[in-house]
């Protein structure tokens, strides 16, 4: 998931020799005081769906929690749906 995050940052990951990522992308979703959703390229609502590996890979360990305010995580819509 660390990879994934980082090479849509840096805007390494190139389809048709075009850099994709999230400069320039809105955020789609803002629960006041919870959270913010946003890096959506494709459709830029959340519904949009790739990833350096493929449209989708597995899961990684959750061992680590939300414990103070400013963490990121990757959001998904169900088991090994990354």
């Not at 809105?26 to 519904?47: C, W």
Request: aromatic share 12%.
């Amino acid at each position: 998931t660390a990879e994934n995050f980082r090479q849509f940052c840096t805007g390494e990951m190139r389809k048709d020799g075009v850099p994709q990522g999230y400069k320039n992308v809105p955020f789609h979703r803002v629960i006041k005081d919870f959270m913010i959703q946003g890096g959506d390229f494709l459709n830029k609502d959340g519904t949009g769906r790739t990833s350096i590996y493929g449209p989708r890979f597995d899961d990684e360990s959750f061992r680590f929690n939300h414990t103070v305010p400013g963490l990121l995580s990757m959001a998904n819509s169900g088991p090994n749906t990354n």
